[in-house]
């Protein structure tokens, strides 16, 4: 079955250090999304890809960066920058096909909780 | 820009209750409309979505929901809940389109219990 899987599940940061949350999709998907959810406050975007190689700031990029060098494949750094990085986050796509991409359903993968430790 | 409400932080029905949830946006053209359910420790499950037609959508898993331009709405409703209902559920709106990404913004979501 085609779907996003988004590993690890739970991940730990030290103080000081980078860490990589794995998203990869056999969708078949152009687009692809990272979302950071905190308690009471939904979901909140931190960056996105249109396509292969290009990918754009969201609402809350600031501590984080991204890769697209595959379509399959959306990787998220979360770096030392970020102060506060413990959150659920999740990876999403879509087909993004046309202008009009971002109407399109998104499809969820599980998600990664990060803590600090 | 645009935004979503959902006012009902947590509500709490009984099983075989009627279950309405609030959606209220603000957007200055006709949006597009979507109910996401998310489980504890999962990602967000496409319940159904709103784009042009008519304004009473059929989801899955028993769901609809009804666009009301005049009240800015999109509620959510199942006639009678399951106790697998329990979840979150959270509104989506998309803008429409001015050119390369259309934002979509999420409500901050209504946790929904259901007791026996």
């Known amino acids: 079955d085609g779907g996003i899987t988004q590993s690890p599940k739970y991940l730990f940061r030290k103080e000081g250090q980078n860490v990589t949350l794995s998203c990869e999709q056999n969708?078949?998907?152009?687009?692809m999304y990272w979302y950071r959810q905190d308690p009471g406050q939904g979901l909140r975007l931190i960056y996105y890809?249109?396509?292969?190689?290009?990918?754009q700031k969201g609402d809350i990029a600031e501590g984080y960066s991204v890769s697209r060098e595959k379509k399959e494949s959306f990787p998220l750094t979360v770096t030392s920058a970020q102060k506060n990085p413990t959150a659920f986050y999740l990876c999403?796509?879509?087909?993004?096909?046309?202008?009009?991409?971002?109407?399109?359903?998104?499809?969820f993968g599980d998600g990664t909780r990060l803590s600090i430790l | 820009a645009q935004s979503v409400t959902q006012p009902d932080i947590h509500i709490t029905v009984s099983e075989g209750a009627s279950l309405e949830l609030r959606c209220n946006y603000s957007?200055?053209?006709?949006?597009?409309l979507f109910w996401y359910v998310q489980s504890p420790g999962q990602g967000l499950q496409l319940l159904l979505k709103?784009?042009?037609?008519?304004?009473l959508v059929q989801g899955i898993k028993g769901f609809e929901a009804e666009f009301k331009r005049s009240q800015s709405s999109f509620n959510l409703r199942k006639p009678s809940v399951h106790w697998s209902d329990a979840a979150e559920y959270f509104c989506?709106?998309?803008?429409?389109?001015?050119?390369?990404?259309?934002?979509?913004?999420f409500g901050t979501g209504t946790k929904l219990q259901v007791i026996p």
């Open positions: 890809s249109q396509i292969v190689n290009d990918f």
């Open positions: 957007y200055g053209a006709t949006p597009y």
């Open positions: 969708l078949n998907h152009d687009a």
């Open positions: 999403a796509s879509n087909p993004g096909q046309g202008v009009f991409f971002g109407n399109q359903p998104q499809h």
């Open positions: 989506a709106v998309g803008a429409s389109p001015s050119g390369g990404y259309q934002k979509v913004t």
């Open positions: 709103y784009f042009s037609g008519d304004t």
